[in-house]
């Protein structure tokens, strides 16, 4: 059964961080490219930043560059986002995204964590 769990989401205030986990199981994790999506209220998923599984390759959305980082952990399953210098407009429910393509594509979602930045 496919699994993935995230968790580190919580309120901080602007200029605050947060470190985001999202444990996964029951396929073969270094297979995957893994990202993190958002969405905020009223607005429609966004890709945040992804990490590719061959190189480990990582890229961002404009918005987050050189604030927010994305590292995985092979050994443990585990992807991370790091956010630094957080901003009100990072508020948004995070959401972790497995995918791979062979002969099908093969996609899966965690249910969210939610992140608020507000004073």
């Known amino acids: 059964q496919v699994q993935l769990v995230e968790s580190g989401g919580g309120l901080v205030q602007p200029g605050g961080s947060l470190r985001l986990s999202c444990a996964a199981s029951?396929?073969?994790?270094?297979?995957?490219?893994m990202s993190w999506f958002r969405q905020a209220p009223g607005k429609e998923r966004e890709l945040v930043a992804s990490?590719?599984?061959?190189?480990?390759?990582?890229n961002y959305a404009d918005s987050v560059k050189g604030r927010f980082t994305i590292s995985r952990d092979n050994a443990k399953n585990t992807v991370y986002l790091q956010m630094n210098n957080l901003k009100p407009e990072d508020t948004a429910e995070y959401y972790c995204?497995?995918?791979?393509?062979?002969?099908?594509?093969?996609?899966?979602w965690g249910q969210g964590t939610q992140v608020t930045v507000s004073s």
């Open positions: 029951g396929f073969t994790f270094r297979d995957f490219a």
């Open positions: 990490s590719t599984s061959a190189s480990g390759t990582t």
């Open positions: 995204n497995a995918r791979r393509w062979s002969l099908k594509l093969y996609d899966y």
